[in-house]
């Protein structure tokens, strides 16, 4: 089993090379092919906890969400950046697409909490120059609000390690976790630092500022992988610390800011006049959400979960489509994008019935997830908090839904053209799964 | 006893190097402030390694003062222009910005005090946390790349020395850390080369 974990980070380390060749694209493809058998692979075996790594039901799922939307960002990035030809800049993309994945199957399954901080500043570290392969001057200064906001706010993570090494004299998170601990100032402390640190890369308010700027100006297979994995495997790291302490102050803290970046969300999405930086808000409401049903626990935990492998893949068909669309039109204001329905009526299902998918229209994932999380909230009498939930969740439905309805009808006077078909069928295939993810959980 | 009075020494002059670094709007001196505070952090890390009869401590000592002072000032000093030296954030009310940093260095010792000096003790972690914070403001106050890396390895450096005098993490997680940092300094660097200041931008509001 060690093997096969070994194997899924080091398969797309070692495609990582393929920049010194002309089939980088092909190695891109078979290397993100292979993770996702593996992945399914490790699903399906019982583990054993063997020290170095930690699998369980938490961390495998996300395992084959990560692969799969490395597959589907890998096609996506060949068949768009196409024009580019056996370029450097290509190169590099498709080279940092490969390292980005392999630092996040890393943090998803290290048995370490030190070892887990290293792999979320690794993530940051590979897919800061996956925004800029164009080198535009807006995505600069994404890029670089990106990787400084991040790597500022994940130094204060830092402090929570020494705290619980202080505290242990371990950092192996199985072991941490099975041991008998109770709640105390130091963990308490770690806690909180944790919060600000790790809470900085998932993107809870008021640290989420990057999130929006990293999103919008990345390339459409970046902004998929940031949306849909990135941001679930941030979220993981800071659940990691959570379990860890067991204070009922921490865990109303952590309630608080989960809701605050729902809030938040919901305050900025009304206004949006970009549709990419739409949907990174509505990030930050799945994502709010999701924290906010690991924290509450129970049925919520598994909606969460359900909610976060859903949400991946709608999102991603969401960034996708909006490739197309940029492709297309050549601009990113929901304003100046009309008629899609007849100028692009593939990307137009897509893009439609991703907009209901990440909101929580029903039947997909995100729509059951949300209301196991809102009946845990009802369950355990916390009516004002499910009352702010409930009705944040329907103010980012309708934003979200009322500007992509705007995109889709309308007057055009652009010719029928759609995007090239690879292009078409990564989205398509990604708000296929999306659905398929209700199916599997209805079914096991 | 000796050593414990060096190192309280060193450990001051640390934050000497922070407010110089605040008070600094040319760049390669700020460069090579920041050399000094890792050097001096290095040999802080070499004292403790002497106290606690660590070799671990030793090896990481040598590799801080490589990989920050060495390497790291190597790579930043390289982006700057070659046919101008003399580069500088052109920045109102550098005195100012001194004066706050110092009220901030007394602000950073109470929150030690108040948060962390009960449960943990060690008082010489308020300057490792004062560090910190002196790296976060670098980053708030100035629009220079340059500036906003260098309060980044302040900050990092900060985080060391709080490691150091609460509880110093294993060799393999300070190695993975520091390796971590400079794999960040050189995107940056790439990204410094492209974009020297950074001002509001309109498609990025909202």
Redesign the interface.
Known sequence: MDFLLVLIIAIPTLSALSYFSKFFKMTTLLSACLTVVLSLLLNSLHYADTGFFLLDGLNKLLLVTIASVYLLSSIYASVYHGHLVLSKELRLHMTLINLFSATMFFTVTIN?Y??L??GV??T??SS??LL?IE?G??A??????Y??IV??GL??G??A???I??NF?S?TISYLLSAKRSAN??LE?AGGAALIGFGTKVGLSPMHTWL??AH??APAEVSAMFSGVLLPVALYSLYRFYQLVVDPRITMLYEFFALLTVVTAAI?LP????YK?MFAYSTMENIGTAMLGFILGGPAEAGAMLLIVSHAFGKASAFYSSGNILERFKTKHIDEVKGLKDSMPITGVTLGLSALSVTGAPPFGVFMGELLIIFTLITLHLYSAAFILVASLFISFSSVNYKVSKMLFGEHDVEKSEAKRGQLLVALASIGLSLAVTVVYLVT | MITQEILSLISLTLLVSAIAIQSQSYIKPMIRTIILQSVLLGAITALVGFEESSYELYLLAVLIVFLRGVLISYVLEQRLPRNNKFVREYLPGVASLTLVSIVVIMLSFLLYYFAFFGKLGSPIGAIGLSLMVQGVLLIMTRKNSFAHVIGYIEEENGIIFIGLSWAPLPLLVEINVLLDVFGLVIVSSVLVFEAKEHYVVQELIG
Do not use: C, M
């Not at chain 1, 600069?140 to 609000?145: I, M, N, Q, T």
């Open positions: 370490n030190g070892l901080w290293i500043e690794a940051t570290v800061a120059l800029v080198k001057f807006t600069l200064e994404a890029a670089w609000r990787i400084i790597s500022t130094t204060i830092l402090i390690i020494i705290l090494y202080y004299h950092l100032a130091v402390l929006p700027d919008s100006e900025l206004s949006q006049r970009n930086r």
